[in-house]
T-cell receptor
Framework: NAGVTQTPKFQVLKTGQSMTLQCAQD?????MSWYRQDPGMGLRLIHY???????DQGEVPNGYNVSRSTTEDFPLRLLSAAPSQTSVYFC??????????????FGQGTRLTVV | QQQVKQSPQSLIVQKGGISIINCAYE??????FPWYQQFPGKGPALLIA?????SEKKEGRFTISFNKSAKQFSLHIMDSQPGDSATYFC????????????FGEGTQLTVNP
């Protein structure tokens, strides 16, 4: 049972570099989201998707892009990394129940350091 | 601004004691309140969740108490064990939001043997 898989687990970037954080889920969940976790701030929503081809911004979207071409994958792109993007990034997925929230399943996280 | 405020930031409890973590929310449209447990190096995992049609929900040693008028909810861990040592996050969302969660700041719980 793979669940939500994130790669890489660790990454160091130089300021201005770009990279893509990968997220894949094998549960056929419609909803996928990206959060960043910073000390003392909990997890904050970056971007969100309700299905293939549909994305929306969360609380802290600046500096990040997403796309969702398949149900399984939801990559997060940093176009020009900044030190303020040093964080632990979590991808999550959940299924559509019709009208009630369902459990969000989280990946193991990607620890990103921008120097 | 933090729409969900959590306290305390850290908590140390003796084995067998009761751990209590509190959260307060601002948005009255929130109607789903989960608690997540996170171990070091892992992603958060759902522990227990409550909807505002009930004031309390219990699952084993874990209980959520919910006070809609005060816009507060809390997690009680009875008979706390060293294995409960983790970071706990409260969260809130609107049922129609598709599980878009607003998290509290987190509480680092340490249960001493």
């Amino acid at each position: 049972n793979a669940g939500v898989t994130q790669t890489p687990k660790f990454q160091v970037l130089k300021t201005g570099q770009s990279m893509t954080l990968q997220c894949a889920q094998d549960m056929n969940h419609e909803y996928m989201s990206w959060y960043r976790q910073d000390p003392g701030m909990g997890l904050r929503l970056i971007h969100y998707s309700v299905g293939a081809g549909i994305t929306d911004q969360g609380e802290v979207p600046n500096g990040y892009n997403v796309s969702r071409s398949t149900t399984e994958d939801f990559p997060l792109r940093l176009l020009s990394a900044a030190p303020s993007q040093t964080s632990v990034y979590f991808c999550a997925s959940s299924y559509f129940s019709g009208h009630l929230n369902t459990e969000a399943f989280f990946g193991q996280g990607t620890r990103l350091t921008v120097v | 601004q933090q729409q969900v405020k959590q306290s305390p930031q850290s908590l140390i409890v003796q084995k067998g004691g009761i751990s209590i973590i509190n959260c307060a929310y601002e948005n009255t449209a929130f109607d789903y309140f989960p608690w997540y447990q996170q171990f070091p190096g892992k992603g958060p995992a759902l522990l227990i969740a409550i909807r505002p049609d009930v004031s309390e929900k219990k699952e084993g040693r874990f209980t959520i108490s919910f006070n809609k008028s005060a816009k507060q909810f809390s997690l009680h861990i009875m008979d706390s064990q060293p294995g409960d040592s983790a970071t706990y996050f409260c969260a809130a969302s609107k049922e129609t939001s598709g599980s878009r969660l607003t998290f509290g700041e987190g509480t680092q719980l340490t249960v001493n043997p």
